[in-house]
């Protein structure tokens, strides 16, 4: 039954990790692992890790690599299933309880077709649950979403299936690779995680982050990137109240470009620094040492 | 035995090492391990390690313990001698704490609200203790108060959820209904129903000072907090000392004086006296930034007696202002004065940020702060 995908499945965690870095995203070997054994056992995988570390990039390259479409639900507070799953169209059904009235249709007609999958908004998890193993589905930041939510997501999670009254049960031909990102706002349900296989993601070291850097702006010379990163590196030991992630590194290095600085210095930095701290209290610490950060001092 | 039962064996083994050193390995996420494992490179350590590392891990405080079995099962590594933090010892001398155990009537064995009283009408025996301070009752009168305790909940203000419920006085048209009306009866039958924004409680958020004499305070305000989590309202917890940490999640498992003397065993140094600004900084970055106090109310149970830098203390304290609905501060210090003026330093420099300061010396203050906790948001 299964729909052969556009690209063959990884035969090894090597394999994934070299097709990601095609489309740029550099995984270390435990994401990388985590990713494949998911893929391999259509399991959902849980993501936890700093802000800014790449939890929603790596849906967006799985997707990419695999050529399968992004189907993204960002969670918040009071989502519920008609926002997650699916919703009637009242407006076209009301018009059309109106056309048929003064048509004088019998009644059974009326009803069916008031009901059917023309008259059914589609929302992302439904989407996703018809694409199968067509779709990456994000579920983005589930920590925000109230642990109601959590409960409901269970059911998806371990049968992939969709219980519409109207219709009946939708039931994924093929599993959907589904990847859940959470900020740690609160601890999710031990009942959650069990379905999920985890993986933290932490800062990339100095060599890593600079392979990503060269990665994704591959314009930018190797004494700047070198830079950055270094500087970077000083900034996240700095004890700031938000350390910035490797977002802001690349953000970085593109304000750097798009100023048209040719070199990492305090004055460059000085003007280029509102990409890379947002916080007030933060830019008065970093702008005190500017010059031993940008590695001047 | 062949090759591959032996390796099975050995998984198991492994797992099984796992879940005594505290994680919870259920024989599900063993069989997962398993499977995981078999479609890996079974000669490769990077596979062995991160095959279990995300089949039976599923927190991140989990990780370091992870790390320990499986140097010590597949790199041989010796065991670390007596340092096992991991399992601490149960305190021997726990009569101290244990003498404040509500003795026959637990919080979680009543959950039917009916039996929730306000103050006002409780016992006569309560009425003696209700106003005496907490540290001049004996053992007997404590349990009585706590028996009382139990059953008061606190109650956070409201705000509006993102949720709609029916009102014919609502701002928003409420399709669903008008369409199911019309194919129930007829088009011309419809009527315009309407629906408003639900209210919730805002979530609680309580910092517990468990340093010395603030212990009992905590303790009490604990309480509070369990019962209001049994009532279905979101609750966080977290204690400090000399450092900070969540019990939020062993308040579903363990009584709250267990969770909070295990909890206090983790953020004490016996003579490093009370970090609050330390403390109220790690919230902050830690949890405070990512979102779980927005919205919310933060209750600071401390005397404010500081050993760190007050500066600190005041930019944690300010942060945290603006990171949260209301902040209340309850100090047992406050005692019964009405007007009353902030005197250790520590009180006087986070002061300016704190929207009410109230007491928590006795039985009648803490029903203070029942009461101010549903108005704080008429204050301007």
């Known amino acids: 039954m299964t729909e052969p995908t556009a690209v063959p499945e990884p035969a090894t965690v090597a394999e994934l990790q070299s097709l990601l870095r095609d489309v740029d995203y550099l995984a270390e070997r435990g994401l990388a692992t985590a990713a494949f054994i998911a893929l391999q056992m259509g399991r959902p995988i849980l993501l936890e890790g700093e802000v800014g570390v790449g939890k929603t990039e790596l849906a967006k390259a799985l997707a990419q690599v695999f050529d399968r479409r992004l189907v993204r639900l960002q969670c918040y507070e009071g989502i519920d299933t008609h926002q ?16 048929l009235s003064e048509r004088q249709l019998v009644e059974g007609e009326t009803v069916g077709k008031l009901y059917s999958p023309e008259f059914l908004v589609e929302r992302p998890l439904l989407d996703a649950v018809r694409a199968g193993d067509q779709c990456v589905l994000l579920i983005d930041e589930v920590d925000r979403a109230d642990d109601e939510f959590e409960a409901f997501l269970l059911e998806l999670l371990s049968d992939f299936q969709i219980t519409i009254p109207e219709i009946g049960t939708i039931r994924a031909e093929t ?44 314009d930018v010379g190797d004494a700047i990137a070198g830079k950055v990163v270094a500087a970077m590196n000083r900034l996240r030991e700095m004890d700031l109240a938000k350390p910035p992630g490797v977002a802001e590194t690349l953000d970085w290095v593109e304000a750097l470009s798009v100023v048209g600085a040719g070199d990492l210095d305090v004055d460059s930095a000085a003007d280029t620094l509102g990409s890379v701290v947002k916080d007030r209290d933060d830019l008065e610490v970093v702008n005190d040492d500017l010059a031993t950060i940008v590695g001047d001092g | 035995m062949d090759e591959a039962a032996a390796t099975l064996d050995r998984l198991i083994a492994f797992g099984q090492a796992v879940r005594d050193e505290g994680i919870p390995v259920g024989s599900g996420d063993l069989i997962t391990y398993c499977d995981a494992f078999s479609r890996l490179d079974a000669g490769s350590l990077e596979d062995l390690y991160w095959s279990g590392r995300t089949t039976l891990v599923n927190r991140r405080d989990q990780i370091p313990v992870y790390d320990r079995v499986f140097e010590r099962f597949f790199l041989g590594a010796s065991e ?48 003696i203790t209700r106003t005496k301070a907490f540290s001049a009752c004996s053992p007997e009168e404590l349990a009585a108060l706590r028996r009382i305790m139990s059953r008061i909940k606190l109650t956070p203000p409201q705000r509006r959820s993102r949720r709609h419920r029916r009102d014919v006085d609502g701002r928003r048209i409420d399709m669903r209904r008008i369409a199911r009306d019309a194919m129930r009866l007829s088009p011309d039958a419809a009527r ?9 409680p805002r979530p609680l958020v309580l910092l517990l000072d468990v340093s010395g004499s603030m212990s009992d305070y905590s303790r009490n305000l604990l309480q509070f907090a369990y019962s209001t989590r049994r009532a279905a309202g979101r609750v966080e917890v977290f204690c400090f000392g000399t450092r900070l940490t969540r019990i939020t999640s062993s308040l579903d498992r363990r009584r709250p004086d267990d969770a909070l ?73 406050v005692g019964d004065a009405t007007d009353y003026q902030p005197t250790t330093l520590g009180m006087m420099v986070a002061a300016p940020y704190i929207d009410a300061i109230v007491s928590g010396h006795n039985l009648e203050s803490l029903e203070e702060l029942v009461t101010t906790l549903p108005t704080l948001s008429h204050q301007p």
Request: with cysteine; hydrophobic share 35%; net charge neutral.
């Open chain 2, 261 to 333: 003397r295990r909890a206090a065993d983790e953020v004490l140094d016996w003579d490093g006296g009370t970090r609050i600004g330390a403390s109220i900084d790690t919230f902050v970055r830690r949890w405070g930034r990512r979102g779980m106090s927005r919205g919310a109310i933060v209750v600071i149970c401390s005397d404010g007696l500081d050993r760190g830098d007050p500066a600190l203390l005041a930019k944690a304290t300010e942060q945290l202002s603006r990171l949260c609905y209301r902040l209340v501060w309850v100090n047992p210090h």
């Open chain 1, 84 to 99: 997650a799953l699916y919703e009637w169209d009242y407006a076209r059904q009301l018009l059309q309880v109106r056309a």
């Open chain 1, 175 to 218: 599993r959907p690779l589904v990847i859940l990102t959470s900020n740690r706002t609160r601890e999710l349900h031990d009942a959650l995680k069990r379905r999920c296989l985890y993986h933290w993601i932490g800062y990339p070291d100095a060599e890593q982050e600079l392979a990503i850097v060269h990665a994704r702006a591959p």
């Open chain 2, 192 to 200: 315009l129903h309407r629906t408003t924004r639900k209210r919730r």
């Open chain 2, 80 to 127: 670390p001698g007596d340092d096992r933090r991991l399992v601490p010892p149960p305190p021997a001398g726990s009569d101290q704490l244990g003498a404040l155990d509500v003795p026959d009537n637990e919080p979680g064995d009543e959950p039917d609200d009916g039996r929730q009283m306000t103050l006002g009408l409780q016992a006569s025996d309560a009425e």
